[in-house]
């Protein structure tokens, strides 16, 4: 069978992800980013390392101490996934390690809640749902995970969602964002009707949409439409358009990569 | 039927595989024999979002790919194509709708084949419609419809039956995104493979009947999305140290469709395929550097090197600059063919396959594992546990970090954390029970608790 030579084979190709590798490993980096404070820290390192049962453990400990369970919300958990999120960003950690984080993070939200009278106050609220017609939702359900990771309400519509529950769900919960998601060629035609429908109404609401065969050049042909290519754009559209940038041209102009 | 388990390779060794050469060619459609000396190119296609607003809209559009794939065969000179039709939710959901498409398709091709001698099939890829908005819905009326979208394309002129089933999907989404190893074996290796016997059985019952080919399955659902998930070498997703034990595992289950009556050619999208090849002798679709216009992967040479038909996954029928894309990646399709069966005829085939081979062996953990002497080896674990289809998964995995890790040890470079992701999937592997009732049960209980869209009844537990 044929074979290289170590030489004959830099020739061929390049391993850039060995080439370019951080010098620091995950557990280092998170070090450095974690909070000290002596209840804050268990919480965030709980989060980062995705143990649901050690992050209760350590709200617990809080409350406890006479610390407010809402509070804990953002100065603790939201913190602790600020790490993961910020670790992610920079290429330092993989998606399933958000997954398992945010899985641990939304589960200490509800020990906040059932522990608290007051509801927590989000960065916002956005609207997710799967085209009419399509049942393929992992990218959905990154999508949904990483917004919450990030601080936002997210209303998850779930799969296959008709045109008109859609924009119901937009009146009723007035989102600062919706998200679309499809597989394939022939359902994401839904999202022309979903924005048609929106614009109808006079609801200019920007409208994120992306996955599997959709398209910038697809995306950008309706009026509230700013294309996302990867799952990890919707929290940064959403962060933009809290921001500010609530404009569809604006949001194109910054997100639109191609 | 019930199915007959592999228990042995069908090639004595590695080197004995070649493209172009099956060890059990199918007859097919238009006078074509799929594996017997020289490569088809399989051209796939889809229609433009616009064209599923009605039935007599698809048909046109599938009328217009039809005709412009043949006339550019023709034109060029080549001897022989397959079309691929995968169905859009319409054509399953009402099967008249596909049996019209796939008999205004081969209605043309006969035409062609009538005129000009070209030799040709149709397959048609049944949409796996089994779910419903909140749950799949494997069993029952769903499935009727799924069967009875087979029987009719099949009495309607497709030539070829296939699928890209779902079972074990609703597991599997959520346990590769927590790097769950025991989570994929379940899904993929177990429920996979429990509704792959199903399906297949019936699948191939209608194939008999009607007088066509039951083609084969593909793990598009899950080991492709493992591999689409990961990405390239910058993405952050997934370790493709993961994406490939995904891969491995998905061999014993796509095997699942030989063993209950299928005969090939597999179909394009099951990377898998090198391996299943390698253990039932049959034919097999591959697609690599031809399907970048549906996704990347980092194999798109290594792929070609046993593949019996040459497919470009997927691409939305449209205009180009050299005409439609139907046109100008069949066309490509047909000349990658014409150099594989060029070295057929001069007797070079294994010269050029391994010229394929070493070109994306070290690209990647995935390439490394599916060069075929790897494959090969993947093979051999699944067949020594061949009647257990929890422990041949389970081989096929540990198998495949063996791979790895010898690789590494030599010319394939791994970054640390795909190293890390390795060893604790390794651990995480040589941790569990070789007992598949206590897997089983344990899974059962985990995974009901985890995966509020998991119903064990769809897979008769």
């Known amino acids: 069978m044929l ?12 391993r850039y992800n060995v080439a370019l590798e951080k010098e620091m490993t995950p557990e280092e980096a998170a070090e450095e980013l974690y909070p000290k404070d002596e209840f804050v820290y268990p919480i965030a390192k709980a989060i980062f390392e995705g143990e649901e049962d050690d992050v209760i453990e350590g709200l617990q400990a809080a409350m406890d101490a006479g610390q407010n369970p809402i509070t804990l919300i953002d100065d603790a958990l939201m913190v602790g996934m600020g790490v993961v999120t910020k670790l992610y960003d920079d290429g330092v950690i993989f998606l399933p390690n958000v997954m398992m984080s945010a899985d641990a993070m939304l589960n200490g939200i509800e020990f906040c809640k059932e522990n608290s009278e007051t509801a927590p106050v989000t960065k916002g609220t956005v ?39 859609v924009v119901a769900s937009v009146i009723a919960n007035k989102p600062l964002m919706v998200t679309g998601t499809a597989l394939m060629t022939t359902t994401m035609y839904a999202f022309k009707e979903v924005n048609d429908k929106l614009v109808e109404k006079g609801l200019k609401v920007p409208f994120a ?3 599997g065969a959709v398209n910038q050049d697809f995306v950008s042909q309706y009026a509230l439409g700013v294309y996302g290519e990867e799952a990890a754009d919707a929290p940064k559209i959403a962060d933009a358009i809290i921001a500010g940038t609530n404009n569809i041209a604006a949001l194109r102009d910054k997100f639109h990569k191609h | 039927m019930a199915a007959t388990r592999y228990t042995s390779m069908a090639y004595a060794s590695a080197d004995e595989m070649s493209f172009g050469v099956s060890k059990h060619p199918v007859k097919a459609g238009l006078g074509l024999e799929i594996g017997a000396g020289y490569t088809i190119p399989e051209i796939n296609y889809a229609p433009r979002p ?68 070209i030799k040709c099939a149709l397959r048609h890829t049944i949409g796996d419609i089994r779910e419903n908005r909140e749950f799949p819905q494997l069993r029952g009326d769903k499935y009727a419809v799924f069967l009875e979208a087979f029987e009719q394309c099949a009495k309607s002129g497709a030539d070829l039956l296939s699928v890209e089933s779902m079972g074990g999907k609703e597991v599997f989404d959520h346990a590769v995104l927590r790097n769950d190893i025991p989570g994929m074996l379940y899904s993929i290796g177990c429920l996979g493979s429990m509704d792959m016997e199903m399906i297949w059985s019936d699948i191939a019952a209608i194939a ?39 891969r491995a595992i998905s061999a014993p289950r796509s095997l699942v469709a030989y063993e209950c009556g299928a005969v090939g050619p597999g179909k394009d999208c ?40 040459w497919s470009n996954e997927s691409v939305e ?106 060893a604790d999937a390794k651990a995480s592997l040589d941790s569990l029970t070789d007992d598949m009732d206590k897997f089983m049960d344990d899974c059962l209980t985990k995974y009901k608790s985890e995966v509020k869209v998991f119903l064990p009844e769809n897979y008769g537990l």
């Open chain 2, 208 to 246: 008999k009947k009607t007088g066509t080919v039951a083609a084969g399955d593909t793990d598009c659902a899950q080991a492709n999305t493992a591999m689409f998930i990961g990405g390239g070498l910058l993405d952050k997703n997934l370790a493709h140290t993961l994406a490939i034990i995904a």
């Open chain 2, 317 to 422: 029928y449209h205009g180009e600059f050299g005409g439609t894309t139907v046109q100008c990646w069949s066309e490509n399709l047909a000349y990658d063919c014409a150099l594989m069966n060029t070295a057929l005829e001069t007797k070079n085939e294994k010269v050029l396959r391994d010229l394929f081979m070493l070109s994306d062996r070290y690209r990647d953990p995935q390439s490394y594992v599916l060069a075929y002497d790897n494959a090969y080896k993947v093979g051999q674990a699944i067949v020594k546990d061949g009647n257990d289809i929890y422990l041949r998964a389970k081989n096929a995995a540990i198998e495949c970090c063996d791979i790895v890790s010898e690789g590494a040890a030599g010319k394939l470079a791994l970054s640390r954390f795909e190293t890390k992701a390795l």
């Open chain 2, 50 to 117: 616009e064209a599923g607003a009605s039935k007599e809209k698809l048909i046109k559009e599938y009328e217009r790919i039809t005709t412009d794939v043949m006339s550019r065969m023709v034109q060029v000179g080549f001897p022989a194509i397959i079309l691929e039709t995968e169905h859009v939710q319409q054509m399953s959901n009402n099967p008249s709708w596909g049996a019209e498409v796939a008999h205004a398709q081969k209605t043309i091709m006969e035409e062609y084949h009538d005129e000009y001698g």
């Open chain 2, 270 to 309: 099951g990377y898998e395929n090198i391996i299943v090849k390698a253990i039932t002798g049959m034919p097999m679709t591959q697609e690599g550097k031809t399907s970048t216009c549906a996704h990347s992967d980092v194999m798109g040479n290594l792929i070609m090197q046993c593949c019996d038909c």
């Open chain 1, 127 to 165: 609207v997710c749902h799967v085209a009419e017609g399509d049942v393929h939702d992992i990218g959905k359900n990154i999508v949904t995970a990483l917004l919450r990771a990030n601080g936002y309400d997210v209303v998850d519509l779930g799969r296959d969602v008709p045109v008109d529950e």
């Open chain 1, 3 to 14: 074979d290289f030579t170590e030489a004959s084979l830099k020739k061929i190709l390049t």
């Open chain 1, 209 to 211: 949409c992306g996955g």
